[in-house]
């Protein structure tokens, strides 16, 4: 399977149209239409069907579209790690959906580009285990995650900056006239958990005996998609204080659980991986920026 090949088969799944594909790529449409077919020959399947105006993805070619796109993004970034030892190129970095996430990868990104001004910086948002999937595969450098969460496998930092959990609500709620929230506040009511395993059983703590009296309707990995759960009077959200800013709702407040419950943060990159000059140097600042605690 050659690399030039997948970059055809990408073109023509954007294009939509092999005509308008071989136009971009500047080849013939009867040389981009054999080259198509010997992909789908030496990989003994079906990928596209063919319409007079679009094509169609096939089950098989939309798997193919994903590993493609991995494929190539592992290749330019091999290419520009190994063409220069140079602090320059591009670094990846994860991090979960969170204002301390924001601010901390900020404040490092700030400080770095002005000694490094060439380097350029992709940024993923995710949960955890997306991250994690994507560090494991090489996609991403460097992830930050919120806490808890596992990471055993992996070279880690951890910061001591905290984060308050509590209840997203609405402000007309009668829970809302309450500075704090218990578990026996929630008992009976409808929330709206994070699904990461860690966090579920962080909850599960807090709630102690009450847990099961907790009528969980639905789950999120990204808060924002919770908040409009919210804000349909659906229920509680359970999540962190600063996730009112990234919902930007005024008909929405937020209410810390009592006890307090609180998370940190953690950065996490692969274990014994050579890295580029680039993300050494990034790696090295985090570990000024934030020694061991």
Not at 44 to 62: H, N, P, S
Not at 166 to 183: E, H, M, Q, R, Y
Not at 211 to 220: D, R, T
């Amino acid at each position: 399977m050659k690399l030039r090949v997948l970059r055809y088969f990408l073109t023509v799944v954007r294009e939509g149209n092999i005509t308008r594909a071989a136009e971009v790529l500047h080849i013939t449409q009867p040389t981009l239409s054999r080259q198509l077919m010997k992909l789908e020959d030496e990989l003994d399947t079906q990928l596209i069907v063919r319409g007079k105006r679009e094509i169609k993805l096939t089950e098989a070619g939309r798997l193919l579209v994903k590993r493609a796109e991995e494929i190539l993004a592992l290749v330019n970034k091999a290419e520009g790690e190994i063409t220069s030892d140079l602090v320059t190129g591009k670094i990846s970095i994860g991090s979960g959906e969170s204002v301390m996430t924001s601010q901390v990868l900020s404040r490092l990104i700030r400080k770095f580009h002005n000694k490094y001004p060439e380097v350029k910086f992709d940024l993923f948002t995710g949960n955890a285990s997306d991250i994690k999937e994507k560090i494991n595969k090489g996609l991403i450098d460097i992830g930050l995650l919120i806490n808890p969460v596992e990471v055993s496998s992996y070279s880690t930092i951890n910061l001591k900056e905290k984060e308050s959990w509590g209840i997203l609500l609405l402000k007309g709620d009668p829970l809302a006239k309450k500075s704090k929230v218990t578990a026996a506040d929630l008992k009976n009511s409808n929330l709206i958990i994070s699904k990461r395993s860690t966090i579920e059983k962080k909850m599960a703590d807090f709630f102690a005996e009450s847990f099961s009296e907790i009528n969980f309707i639905a789950s999120y990995n990204l808060i924002y998609n919770a908040l409009t759960l919210v804000e349909n009077g659906l229920g509680y959200a359970l999540g962190l204080e600063s996730s009112l800013k990234i919902g930007q709702s005024n008909k929405i407040c937020f209410r810390p659980l009592s006890p307090s419950l609180k998370s940190s943060c953690t950065f996490i990159w692969q274990n014994k991986q050579i890295f580029s000059s680039t993300v050494s140097a990034f790696i090295d600042l985090i570990r000024e920026e934030y020694p061991e605690i």
